[in-house]
């Protein structure tokens, strides 16, 4: 049974820092990819950072680039974001997704199986 668990979220202001988890079980990091998205108020969801840690791969998004940083934690099948110099835009639900490896599409393709979500509010 996979089941993913997101932690972390909250109110903080601009400039601040997050770090959220996944906490992830059923499968293993070295078979699937996995990943953060989120969710903004009126809009769709949209990959934030995501691995893969069989094929070497990682995304990021650009808004995030040099803010957010993906990893796998030291507990097993636990997937952090650091989430540094936060912006009211970063403002989301955020979700920690995840699917079977698949070759040659990238990390953040097609998840199937969501987590219940992290709600990060960022005040100006």
């Known amino acids: 049974d996979v089941q993913l668990q997101a932690s972390g979220g909250g109110l903080v202001q601009a400039g601040g820092s997050l770090i959220l988890s996944c906490v992830a079980s059923?499968?293993?990091?070295?078979?699937?990819?996995i990943g953060w998205f989120r969710q903004a108020p009126g809009r769709k969801r949209e990959p934030v950072s995501c691995?893969?840690?069989?094929?070497?791969?990682?995304y990021t998004i650009g808004s995030v680039q040099g803010r957010f940083s993906i990893s796998i934690g030291n507990t097993k099948n636990t997937l952090l974001l650091r989430m540094n110099s936060l912006e009211p835009e970063d403002t989301a639900v955020y979700y920690c997704?995840?699917?079977?490896?698949?070759?040659?599409?990238?990390?953040?393709?097609?998840?199937?199986?969501w987590g219940q979500g992290t709600l990060v509010t960022v005040s100006s």
């Open positions: 997704g995840a699917r079977p490896r698949l070759p040659g599409w990238g990390p953040c393709y097609g998840p199937h199986y």
């Open positions: 691995i893969s840690k069989s094929d070497g791969e990682t």
């Open positions: 059923g499968f293993s990091f070295d078979d699937w990819a």
